[in-house]
C-alpha cells in the first residue's frame, strides 16, 4: 500500500464551543486536498486524540472518508497503551471504509520489544486494513527496535512505520531490512529530506498544513535528483518547522491555520492556547519561511 509521500497529521477541527465541527473539518479536507496533501492521519497527536471520546473519533473517521471520497487517503489513529482497547478501535474504524490505521508505540506501561511486537500482531490481526505503525520516543518513553519493526514488517498488513526516534542510524536499518513494499516516513519535518536521502518515503507532517505545495516541490526536488534545490527547500523551511514545535502542538499549527484563514477552533486542556508573543513571532516566522519556499518553488518551476 501507497499512501503517498506527502501524508497531514491533521488537527481536529472544533467550533467556538470546544464541540467538534464537522463544518470546519470538511472545510480542512478540502483546503488539504488543494494544498498537496497526497493522504491525512485523522486523529493522531496532532488532532488531540488522548481529548477525543471513542464516539467523537468514529464520527470523524466516518466523516473524513464520505468527505475526501477517493481523493486523499485516509489513515484513522487507533491506538493506545491498551492492547484490548486499541484492537476494539481497531475493528470498529476498519468497517468505516478508511485506507489505513495508524496505532503508536503504548506509552506509560513501558513494554519490552517482545510487549511491543505483541501488541501491534495483535492490532494488526484484528483488522483487515493496512497498519502504520508509530514509534515516538519522545511522547511513549519506549522505542521500537529496528529489529522489532522489521520483524513486524512481516506481517502481510503492517506497511509502514512512522518514525519519529530521530535516530537515522535506526531508520537506515529499518529500510535495509525490510522489502520495498514497506515504507519508512519522518514523523519530524526537519528529518524530511535526510530521511528521504537514507531510502524513506515521505513524511508525516505538521507543517504542510501550511507549506504542502512546498514541501512536495522539496521532495519532488529531491527525487529528480535536484539535490541542491531541495537543500534550499529544506533551509528555508527548518526555521517554521522548529518554531511550529516551540510550543506544544498542535497548538501553534492551530493558531496558524486560524490566522491564515483556515478556521479550526481552539485546543482542548491540557493544551493551552499560544501567547499572543508566541503568536507573533510564529506568524513572523510563517510569512518569512513561506515567501523564501515560494520563491524558490517558483524558480524551480519556470527551469
Partial sequence: ?????????????????????????????????DHGSDGVVVAGTTGESPTLTLEEKLTLFEHVVKVSAGRLKIIAGTGSNNTEQSVLVSKETARLGVDGIMAVAPYYNKPNQE???????????????PLVVYNIPGRSKVNISADTI?????IDNVVAVKEASGDLDQM??????????????????????PILSIGGHGVISVSSHVVGPEMQAMMGAYLRGEVSEAAAFHRALLPLMRE???????????????????????????MVPLTEAERTLLLNVYRQCKNDATTLKDANEAK
Avoid at 115 to 129: D, M, N, Q
Avoid at 176 to 192: C, I, P, R
Avoid at 244 to 270: D, H, M, Q
Fill in 1 to 33: 500500500m501507497d499512501f503517498g509521500r506527502l501524508l497531514t497529521a491533521m488537527v481536529t477541527p472544533f467550533d467556538e464551543n470546544g464541540k467538534l465541527s464537522l463544518k470546519r473539518t470538511t472545510d480542512l479536507l478540502e483546503y488539504l486536498i
Fill in 115 to 129: 510487549g511491543l511486537y505483541r501488541h501491534f500482531k495483535a492490532i494488526a490481526e484484528s483488522a483487515p486494513v
Fill in 150 to 154: 522489521i520483524r513486524l514488517s512481516e
Fill in 172 to 193: 537506515a536499518a529499518i529500510v535495509s531490512g525490510t522489502d520495498e513494499n514497506f515504507h519508512l516516513y519522518s514523523g519530524d519535518d526537519g528529518l524530511t529530506l
Fill in 244 to 270: 511550529l514545535f516551540a510550543a506544544p502542538s498542535p497548538s501553534p499549527i492551530k493558531a496558524l491555520l486560524n490566522e491564515t484563514g483556515v478556521p479550526v477552533g481552539g485546543v482542548r486542556l491540557p
